[in-house]
């Protein structure tokens, strides 16, 4: 696989008037000391470096010179960005410093954070779908249905799942969960494909007199050899569906037929109710 990899960096540094500030905080790390001569007083709150965290620190010293620091740092599933002010003297300055990569791999080109020492690109075949390393998130997948972790461990046996809570009703998803071992300053391409054009619908089945055809009965569909297994109240989930369709069903008595029209909706679980099966 070719790859190319370029991180970027942007950097500003301003001169800015002394003046005072209130800080609000949630929990943090809090370190006072105050020797006879000075104080000192250190807040800190660190980022979970994971995409949506937020970390920041404070510092402040008071003696014979008056100093006084602020970093904070985001983390997105694009990039890391951080900024830094300093204050001594009456003066202060800062800097603003993002950080990433640009990689074109699997015919696309991916924004990421800094590249680690392997990656992975995971394809899920579906645009939003929440995507874990190691059970930790790490984005979503963006319009091409992909998207490239960047901090996999080498010669290991990655867990790499996705979640599939949001996905509409009518997507199936075979596997959701898979193991990838990449070579160091390698990467590799992890394919966890949704289908959201599966023409499936939830057919309830019923014999000549009205009653439900049994549960573990069999049904084959259009001559295929894949079986499908009937549940309760005569209810088959089949895939692969036709505009018109023909099923063969297997009971404990024998063997009867049922055929039936199919349209799909998108977003929404079609219900084909009453089909007889004769």
Same mark, same amino acid.
């Given at each position: $696989? !070719?790859?190319?990899?370029?991180? +970027?960096?942007?950097?500003? =540094?301003?001169? +800015?008037?002394?003046?005072?500030?209130?800080?609000?905080?949630?929990?943090? +790390?809090?370190?006072?000391?105050?020797?006879?001569?000075?104080?000192?007083?250190? $807040?800190?709150?660190?980022?979970?470096?994971?995409?949506?965290?937020?970390?920041?620190? @404070?510092?402040?010293?008071? !003696?014979? /010179?008056?100093?006084?620091?602020?970093?904070?740092?985001?983390?997105?599933? /694009?990039?890391?960005?951080?900024?830094?002010?300093?204050? #001594?003297?009456?003066?202060?300055?800062?800097?603003?410093?993002?950080?990433?990569?640009?990689? $074109?791999?699997?015919?696309?080109?991916?924004?990421?954070?800094?590249?680690?020492?392997?990656?992975?690109?995971?394809?899920? !075949?579906?645009?939003?779908?929440?995507?874990?390393?190691?059970?930790?998130?790490?984005?979503?997948?963006?319009?091409?249905?992909?998207? =490239?972790?960047?901090?996999? @461990?080498?010669?290991?046996?990655?867990?790499?799942?996705?979640?599939?809570?949001?996905?509409?009703?009518?997507?199936?998803?075979?596997?959701?969960?898979?193991?990838?071992?990449?070579?160091?300053?390698?990467?590799?391409? @992890?394919? +966890?494909?949704?289908?959201?054009?599966?023409?499936?619908?939830?057919?309830? =089945?019923?014999?000549?007199?009205?009653?439900?055809?049994?549960?573990?009965?069999?049904?084959?569909?259009?001559?295929?050899?894949?079986?499908?297994?009937? !549940?309760?109240?005569?209810?088959?989930?089949?895939?692969? =569906?036709?505009?018109?369709?023909?099923?063969?069903?297997?009971?404990?008595?024998?063997?009867?037929?049922?055929?039936? #029209?199919?349209?799909?909706?998108?977003?929404?679980?079609?219900?084909?109710?009453? @089909?007889?099966?004769?």
């Amino acid at each position: $696989m !070719g790859i190319r990899s370029h991180i +970027l960096s942007l950097a500003a =540094l301003a001169s +800015l008037p002394a003046s005072s500030a209130t800080l609000g905080v949630s929990p943090v +790390l809090v370190d006072i000391s105050m020797p006879r001569t000075h104080g000192k007083l250190s $807040m800190t709150r660190s980022s979970k470096n994971v995409p949506g965290s937020f970390g920041w620190r @404070v510092n402040y010293t008071d !003696g014979e /010179h008056r100093r006084a620091s602020a970093s904070a740092n985001h983390v997105t599933s /694009h990039n890391d960005v951080m900024a830094v002010v300093h204050a #001594a003297e009456g003066a202060a300055s800062g800097n603003l410093t993002a950080t990433g990569s640009l990689v $074109m791999a699997d015919g696309d080109v991916f924004l990421a954070r800094r590249i680690g020492e392997a990656f992975a690109i995971v394809d899920a !075949g579906h645009a939003g779908v929440p995507v874990l390393s190691q059970n930790r998130p790490v984005g979503k997948t963006g319009k091409n249905g992909k998207i =490239l972790i960047a901090d996999v @461990v080498p010669y290991h046996q990655n867990k790499i799942e996705i979640e599939t809570g949001d996905l509409p009703i009518d997507a199936e998803v075979l596997q959701t969960e898979t193991h990838a071992v990449v070579a160091r300053n390698g990467g590799s391409v @992890v394919k +966890l494909n949704v289908a959201t054009r599966v023409n499936a619908a939830m057919v309830v =089945l019923q014999f000549g007199d009205g009653s439900f055809v049994p549960p573990g009965s069999a049904v084959t569909l259009n001559g295929n050899s894949e079986t499908f297994i009937v !549940g309760y109240d005569g209810q088959a989930y089949l895939t692969g =569906l036709e505009s018109a369709n023909s099923a063969v069903v297997e009971h404990a008595e024998g063997t009867c037929r049922a055929s039936f #029209a199919y349209a799909p909706q998108a977003g929404v679980q079609v219900f084909i109710d009453g @089909v007889s099966c004769r």
